[in-house]
């Protein structure tokens, strides 16, 4: 402690310091009150300050303004006279710690140096426990920003209103910064709140809440989430606030539709492949008597009976190894002319064979037409599309009539495909389940995986798709898919 003290304007004689106990190894400071403001200005300050309050400095506000609050830690004592004793109690209302009626003995000083000391070390050991307490509250503080931001689930927190008042790491890497905000808004693209809410159960009775729900990240990604919702309190036990942390279960969803899906294929495709040889047998018999009997007839029908049915079952392998193997996207830009010409190469011949025409239209509204795909899986999913199609026109009898449109139009944001035919159309319930997992309109001939994969490999893509039909006039494939795949659809595959 510093071991100076300071008496300030003290009229001679007024203490007797030589009698003080602390006259012998402590430092004694007389000095006016310019004085000790120019001594403040250097930061060279005493631990107790003894100052004498008159007339003079009562009338002076701006002077005690500058002495009393500069102080800091410095223990302030006003010095009044036993006719002015109202003086002190003026000083005391200005910040001083205390108050010495004058004249003062040795030993009258000495308790209030003694006085002014207990309260220095009070001082500084508040100071250290609020500085204690201030870096526990710090490291606390860290810890559990440290665990909101890495947590790898959205959380944020929200007050009565549905503001977000708080979000970590991950929230904002999906759907941005937006405290302040409505989270139905932001996480729903809704204008309203929701009708079932876990946030606003948790306001009304205290208690978590959990919902599976589906939110949409900022750039249009699709999530399912699993909600839980837990209450903050203030120190009166009052909710003020609600932590919601949202568990991606996205992929979980996925696979259990998968497995799913899985035992139901093994019956269909059993089924439909003990039919396929079935036919395969029939085939092979016609191709076995007819070289007994040396009826090329015969064997030209079997061969073609054979080689129908080893081309379906091929396409059926293909479907069913295509959906059960699990593959990560390889995503590269692809020039979209070069990409249509490479889809269009088994295309263009099998249209040839039913003498169906063929119409291609790319227009392009930017100085490039590079767009960002998993070439591999996104080419069989038009391949399937065309082929489709190609069927659709031989099934309608009049396949040399017909014309099957491929159109592209290649925009700044956007690539736009679409896929129309002259074909036999769908009704409305063929038209409705199209995209339904072994669902098929060609009966025995198709395995009804195909236009579910398309679907799937478009959403894959961040891409919609839209289909239009009616019996007898036609089908029309509408496509549309992102140039730059979102980062958040990348990391979800």
């Known amino acids: 402690m510093n071991k100076t003290i300071c008496i300030v304007n003290c009229p001679e004689n007024s203490i007797e310091i030589k009698g003080s106990i602390f006259y012998a190894d402590t430092e004694f400071a007389n000095m006016t009150r310019g004085e000790l403001l120019e001594e403040m200005s250097h930061m060279q300050r005493a631990a107790i300050v003894f100052i004498y309050f008159n007339d003079d400095l009562l009338n002076d506000r701006h002077a005690i303004k500058q002495l009393i609050p500069g102080m800091g830690a410095t223990v302030v004592i006003a010095m009044v ?160 606030k609600v932590l919601v942390m949202l568990t991606d279960i996205t992929e979980v969803r996925r696979l259990e539709d998968h497995l799913s899906s899985l035992g139901v294929m093994i019956g269909s495709i059993s089924h439909g492949i003990k039919g ?57 830009k692809v020039s979209a002319r070069g990409f249509i010409d490479e889809v269009m190469m088994p295309i263009i011949p099998a249209a040839g064979q039913s003498d169906i025409k063929l119409q291609l239209n790319v227009q392009c509204e930017t100085h490039d037409d590079y767009f960002e795909i998993d070439e591999k ?44 035919d002259d074909g036999k159309g769908m009704d409305a319930m063929t038209l409705k389940n199209i995209f339904t997992i072994f669902f098929s309109s060609k009966g025995k001939q198709g395995t009804g995986l195909g236009l579910y994969i398309t679907n799937k490999v478009i959403e894959q893509h961040s891409g919609e798709i839209k289909v239009r039909s009616s019996l007898d006039t036609g089908t029309k494939f509408l496509i549309k898919m992102p140039r730059i795949i979102p980062r958040t659809a990348k990391k979800k595959h």
Not at 297 to 317: A, D, M, P, Y
């Open 81 to 240: 006279s036993s006719t002015h004793i109202s003086m002190g109690i003026t000083a005391l209302g200005m910040g001083a710690s205390d108050f010495m009626i004058l004249p003062a003995d040795g030993t009258t000083f000495d308790i209030y140096v003694k006085r002014a000391m207990d309260k220095i070390c009070i001082q500084k050991e508040l100071l250290f426990k609020n500085e204690y307490y201030k870096s526990r509250y710090s490291q606390s503080e860290k810890k559990y920003k440290q665990l909101f931001n890495e947590v790898p689930c959205f959380i944020f927190t929200l007050n009565k209103d549905y503001l977000i008042t708080d979000s970590n790491r991950k929230f904002n890497e999906y759907f941005g910064n937006h405290i302040g905000e409505y989270c139905f808004g932001i996480c729903k693209n809704r204008d309203d709140p929701c009708r079932i809410c876990p946030v606003q159960l948790t306001y009304e009775d205290g208690e978590n809440h959990a919902l599976e729900s589906e939110i949409i990240s900022s750039d249009g990604v699709k999530h399912i989430v699993l909600s839980w919702t837990a209450p903050i309190r203030d120190s009166a036990g009052n909710i003020n």
């Open 377 to 420: 899986s996104l080419q069989s999913a038009f391949i399937n599309i065309l082929e489709n199609s190609i069927d659709a026109c031989v099934a309608s009898g009049t396949a040399r009539n017909c014309t099957i449109l491929f159109h592209c139009r290649i925009k700044a944001d956007k690539i736009v495909f679409l896929i129309k």
């Open 276 to 332: 396929l040889l079935t036919s395969l047998d029939s085939g092979m018999y016609l191709i076995n008597t007819g070289f007994k009997k040396g009826d090329m007839t015969r064997i030209s029908e079997g061969l073609e009976i054979s080689n129908q049915i080893t081309e379906r079952i091929k396409k059926l392998v293909l479907d069913i190894l295509y959906y059960t193997k699990t593959r990560r996207p390889v995503w590269q």
